[in-house]
């Protein structure tokens, strides 16, 4: 079969459709093109290189999307047509509405195809539909379950991506180059999967009950992460995160720092940015985290060029390890968690300060703009001397109101243009 006929069987655009994205297609280049694009990049280049800027701001409103860009809002009739016409307005509501420090991107990026055949034994899931909470569980009931584990592989479907991607060139190429691009992880920090597997409080006890079995299972953890890294890296399958890319729990991945591979050549992951953190042990003592888990992702980290940690977890009891220990670290997260003046104190103009304010302020049944410009100013005034970026994230709900995001982005902008 041709890659052709396959993307005809997999995949189809309507003429409605494709008239449709062209159209929200042409738009997007539109404000991709603008001059405020490349100083944007520039200011995220500056601010990812410690040189001093104003504070950044970015707003993703994550499951709050589904308030601004409903199901009913959308005009395509196919799967895919949807999906895609879902990415291109929120690029338009990024740059005509929210107008933050994000980067309009002038490409259409579609990722490779792919089937992940994952440990061979899975979690029973119960609830996780829609976004909403769940539980599971866990398959390593007993240390015997490990032989149960099978090394995980990815599994290109080559002719599937090209086919995608010559349905994307056809569809919208002349507008916004099509680019193969792909995220392989979000985080690299092993105890998200080892959660997954043996299960949260498990987890904890067997930090205290079972510890050889703990370091097994990190190492476990360890290795076939550094082997996944040494996979796709020999394969030509990393796509540089340097040019505009989400990296970490928040922020862009702009650099003037890090060896570039040229235009359509895969990236070594010493040109890229690299991304740990450990939510799942936000109880944890320092030294626990010390002995169990630190240790095996130093040897992911060294791998990168550059280096995130953290997300919501608060750091401000581990942060003289992970300054003292983490290889190229250069942004850290401030979750609303932390001692503020704690983390402003020890992180100062030599890393990244990447602030996460209580996304709290835009869910409430009220929007209090008082309160919320009052919170900012605080962290704004206690980071003055800080590398500083304002992230908004880790939102499930915007009180259906999507003025709030925008307001949230200006409020913010005005107390950062303030100091």
């Not at 280049?45 to 701001?57: E, M, V």
């Not at 300060?353 to 409430?364: C, E, L, R």
Request: proline share 5%; charged share 30%.
């Amino acid at each position: 079969m041709t890659i052709a006929a396959a993307c005809t069987d997999r995949w189809s655009i309507t003429t409605s459709d494709r008239t449709t994205l062209r159209d929200l297609a042409a738009r997007v280049a539109c404000l991709a093109s603008r001059p405020l694009e490349r100083s944007k990049a520039k200011l995220w280049t500056d601010h990812n290189a410690l040189r001093k800027t104003r504070p950044l701001i970015f707003c993703d409103p994550e499951n709050g999307w589904n308030e601004i860009i409903t199901q009913a809002d959308l005009r395509c009739s196919g799967k895919l047509a949807r999906d895609w016409e879902y990415r291109l307005k929120r690029e338009i509501f990024w740059g005509d509405c929210m107008q933050d420090d994000r980067v309009i991107s002038p490409y259409f990026d579609i990722s490779e195809q792919y089937q992940d055949t994952g440990w061979g034994v899975e979690p029973e899931w119960h609830g996780r539909e829609a976004g909403r909470a769940y539980s599971w569980d866990p398959p390593l009931k007993t240390e015997a379950d490990l032989d149960r584990l099978k090394v995980p592989e990815i599994l290109l479907d080559a002719e599937g991506t090209l086919g995608l991607i010559g349905l994307a060139q056809q569809t919208l190429g002349d507008l916004l180059p099509v680019r193969r691009h792909t995220s392989w992880w979000w985080t690299l920090g092993l105890t998200q999967s080892l959660v997954f597997l043996r299960g949260l409080n498990q987890m904890l006890y067997d930090m205290t009950d079972s510890p050889k079995l703990m370091h097994r299972l990190m190492a476990l953890l360890r290795d076939t992460t550094l082997r996944r890294l040494d996979d796709l890296e020999r394969r030509g399958l990393l796509s540089v995160n340097t040019r505009g890319d989400y990296v970490g729990s928040g922020g862009f991945g702009w650099s003037d720092e890090l060896l570039q591979p040229e235009d359509g050549v895969s990236a070594t992951l010493d040109q890229m940015w690299g991304f740990a953190e450990s939510q799942e042990t936000v109880g944890v003592s320092p030294r626990m985290f010390a002995e169990f888990v630190l240790p095996y992702q130093l040897p992911i980290l060294k791998r990168f060029g550059l280096t995130c940690y953290g997300c919501c977890e608060p750091l401000d009891k581990r942060i003289d390890m992970l300054m003292r220990d983490v290889p190229n670290l250069r942004r850290v997260s401030v979750s609303p968690w932390c001692n503020h003046e704690v983390m402003a104190e020890k992180l100062g103009d030599r890393f990244v300060y990447s602030m996460k304010p209580n996304p709290s302020y835009i869910a409430m049944e009220s929007f209090d703009e008082t309160a919320l410009r009052s919170m900012l100013r605080k962290a704004i005034q206690t980071t003055r001397d800080c590398r500083v970026e304002i992230i908004m994230k880790d939102c499930n709900t915007i009180g259906r109101d999507p003025m709030r995001v925008v307001r949230w982005v200006q409020i913010a902008r005005e107390e950062a243009e303030a100091i």
